[in-house]
C-alpha cells in the first residue's frame, strides 16, 4: 500500500512538472512580429445636393465602390474607334468620381506599393534599390524604372545661357482675412480602430480690392477624425518635373494681398500629420456657390499589420508574370 501511494505521488509530481514545463515553454515562446501595415482609402466626390457621407460608412462605400467597377471593354480599331474609346473612358471617370475610387496601401521595408482595386493596377516604389515598379494585375505584365534622375544634359559649345522672362502683370492690393473656428469632436471607434475628431471651419475674404485683384470669398470646413496608428514616410517618389512656370522667370507687378486673420479653438490639422485618418471631409463654397457647397470625402478601412512572409510576397513580381519595355 505505501508502495502504491508513493508511485502515485511521484507520478503526480512528474506530470504537474511537465506541465509546469509546457506553460513555461509556451509563455517563452516568441511570437512573431508584424513588419508592414496595410490599409485601403476610399475616395469620393460630393455633388450637391447630395446627402452628407458620415463616420462609419466604409463598409457600405467599398461594397458600392466594388459593385459599380465594370469589366473593361474590348479596344476597338478602325473608323471612330478614338472617339468610342474617349466616350468609354470618359463615362468611366463620371462613374469613378460618383462611387469614389478604392486604393490600398501597403508599407514596408521603406517601401510602399499602392493597388488600384477596381483598376486591377499596382505600383511598388523601392527607395533602397531605386526601383519604380507597375504590375497588370489583370494581364499578368510589368515593368521596372528607375528613380535615379538622369544627369542635366551638358551645354552645346558656343552656346550661351538662356536670358530670364520677365512677365509683366497689372499691380493691385487687396485686404485677405482668414478666420479658423475649431471644435473639438471627441473619440470615436471607425472600424475597430480608436480615433479622436475634430472639425475646422474656414473662411477666407477678400475686400477693398484695387487694380488686378478682386474681391470674393471662399469658405471652408473640414471634418476629420484620426487615429494613432504612424504611417512610415521612408520611400522615395519618382524625380517630378518641376512647376508650369519655366526656370528664368521673373514675374513683375501682380495683385499685392495683405493678411489679417484669427484663430479660435483646438485643431487636429495643427497634429501629427503622419497619424492614419480614418475619416476626412472637407467642404468647400464661396460667394457664388448659393450652399452648393462641393464635398471631398476620405474614408479608411481594413487596417491590417502583415508578417514578413505575406509582405515580401507584395513587393515581390507575382510568378507567371511577363515583363514589358
Not at 469632436?185 to 477666407?204: N, R, V, Y
Not at 476626412?280 to 487596417?303: I, K, P
Request: include cysteine; aromatic fraction near 8%; proline fraction near 8%.
Amino acid at each position: 500500500m505505501e508502495r502504491f501511494i508513493f508511485g502515485l505521488l511521484v507520478a503526480l509530481a512528474v506530470a504537474g512538472a511537465l506541465a509546469t514545463d509546457s506553460k513555461l515553454a509556451a509563455v517563452a515562446a516568441p511570437a512573431p512580429t508584424p513588419v508592414a501595415l496595410q490599409y485601403e482609402e476610399i475616395t469620393r466626390i460630393e455633388y450637391p445636393p447630395a446627402t452628407p457621407i458620415p463616420p462609419g460608412s466604409f463598409d457600405a462605400d467599398r461594397a458600392a465602390v466594388i459593385g459599380s467597377a465594370s469589366t473593361p471593354a474590348p479596344a476597338r480599331h478602325g473608323l471612330f474607334a478614338g472617339v468610342l474609346n474617349g466616350v468609354q473612358g470618359a463615362m468611366g471617370g463620371m462613374q469613378s468620381l460618383q462611387h469614389g475610387t478604392l486604393v490600398r496601401y501597403t508599407y514596408y521595408n521603406g517601401w510602399v506599393r499602392i493597388d488600384n482595386v477596381t483598376e486591377q493596377t499596382a505600383t511598388i516604389t523601392k527607395c533602397s534599390q531605386h526601383q519604380y515598379v507597375t504590375l497588370d494585375l489583370l494581364h499578368h505584365t510589368y515593368t521596372i524604372a528607375s528613380t535615379v534622375p538622369s544627369p542635366a544634359p551638358a551645354p552645346a559649345p558656343g552656346g550661351y545661357p538662356q536670358q530670364p522672362t520677365v512677365v509683366n502683370q497689372a499691380p493691385g492690393t487687396v485686404d485677405m482675412t482668414t478666420q479658423v473656428q475649431s471644435r473639438n469632436l471627441g473619440p470615436m471607434t471607425l472600424e475597430g480602430i480608436s480615433t479622436h475628431g475634430s472639425s475646422d471651419s474656414i473662411s477666407l475674404v477678400m475686400a477693398h480690392a484695387t487694380g488686378s485683384c478682386r474681391n470674393g470669398s471662399i469658405s471652408m470646413q473640414i471634418v476629420q477624425y484620426v487615429s494613432g496608428i504612424g504611417i512610415p514616410r521612408a520611400y522615395c517618389p519618382l524625380p517630378r518635373v518641376s512647376g508650369s512656370m519655366p526656370q528664368g522667370t521673373i514675374v513683375r507687378g501682380g495683385c499685392k494681398p495683405t493678411f489679417h486673420g484669427s484663430v479660435s479653438g483646438e485643431s487636429l490639422m495643427t497634429g501629427n500629420s503622419n497619424d492614419l485618418g480614418m475619416y476626412r471631409r472637407a467642404t468647400y463654397g464661396g460667394a457664388q456657390s448659393n450652399g452648393n457647397n462641393l464635398g471631398f470625402v476620405t474614408e479608411a478601412g481594413n487596417v491590417r499589420w502583415l508578417y514578413r512572409a505575406d509582405a515580401e510576397a507584395l513587393f515581390t513580381i507575382p510568378p507567371g508574370f511577363t515583363r514589358q519595355q
